[in-house]
């Protein structure tokens, strides 16, 4: 089990051109984006491939990585048990470039130690998981970190950046997103969702949502909704969108063997740098808000006047 979850993490970590040569040897179908070039090879592993197979996935992890970079074994990664139970960071699936570590590699990788021993690493790398907090949201309450906060990086210098992020469900987490629906005639809701949040990668304080400029999101290949563009408030002013999380639970796949992927486009700023993280989390009612709100109690009014003031 322990070799299945090393040759796992080796999968992950893999380029394009490199995902492509392991299907092609392995006899299976090559073309696509990433993560269905992802998904195949993973689909590959589960259902048990051949001896060869598996050399051909390490010594292309070690073409990847060679031996100055630290391997999964050398860390004594946690045991993976199932597809189901791949650590929900998943980090990016992009940031391909040929001197810099996969951020797919499990954080662990990425340490301090890591970092002093590769000096032709770039020291301005972000970190995959930067210390930022987003502020708590009243009408939400977290059960899981399904991608903690992440910098936005992308593999090229251009203003228009892409990175693309993947995330796998635990068992217990579908069944609590599938038990959560509501359908209302042709409506369809959850009660708990997948929600997908952006903000400034600042860790003086808990961050508000912001988006980063000319933002676009495609979840699972699919394009996905972000609030409209809010009226300018003066003439030349660019429009803003309403910053707020993003609900996309429908577009999430119910799967605990099939990752979801995440592909963020965005506008770089001189300066300001980004972070996105998605969690699950259980929405709550406004009877509930009105009942935690009593159970408060009333504060003193000259409390309150000072607030203001």
């Known amino acids: 089990m322990a070799e299945s979850a090393e040759l796992k993490q080796m999968v992950m970590s893999l380029r394009v051109s490199e995902l492509q040569v392991l299907l092609g040897y392995a006899g299976r179908n090559k073309h696509g984006r990433k993560h269905e070039l992802l998904t195949k090879a993973l689909h590959l592993l589960k259902a048990g491939c051949s001896p060869a197979v598996q050399m051909k996935i390490k010594e292309l992890y070690r073409r990847r990585f060679p031996t100055k970079m630290v391997s999964p074994v050398d860390l004594a990664l946690p045991v993976v048990h199932s597809a189901s139970s791949l650590p929900t960071g998943l980090a990016q699936l992009g940031f391909d470039g040929h001197s810099s570590p996969s951020p797919l590699l499990p954080v662990s990788l990425l340490g301090p130690k890591h970092e002093l021993s590769l000096p032709h690493l770039s020291s301005a790398l972000h970190p995959v998981h930067p210390d930022v907090k987003l502020q708590r949201l009243p009408f939400y309450d977290v059960l899981d970190e399904l991608i903690k906060p992440t910098s936005l990086v992308s593999d090229n210098s251009q203003r228009f950046q ?148």
């Not at 599938?178 to 997908?196: H, R």
Request: charged share 20%; with cysteine; glycine share 4%.
């Open 162 to 309: 892409e990175a693309c992020y993947a995330f796998a469900l635990t068992p217990q987490q579908v069944q609590q997103i599938s038990s959560s629906m509501d359908i209302s005639g042709t409506k369809c809701d959850f009660a708990v969702q997948v929600q997908l949040r952006f903000c400034l990668s600042e860790t003086s304080c808990p961050q508000e949502d912001h988006f980063p400029p000319n933002l676009c999101v495609k979840v699972n290949g699919k394009p996905c909704n972000l609030p409209g563009y809010l009226p300018p408030t003066k003439n030349g002013v660019e429009p803003k969108r309403p910053s707020r999380p993003i609900n996309i639970t429908s577009l999430v796949r119910l799967s605990t063997t099939v990752p979801n992927t995440i592909v963020v486009s965005w506008t770089s700023e001189i300066g300001r740098s980004f972070s996105m993280a998605v969690y699950l989390v259980r929405q709550q009612s406004s009877a509930v808000l009105l009942q935690r709100l009593r159970a408060k109690g009333i504060r003193n009014p000259d409390h309150s006047r000072a607030l203001s003031k």
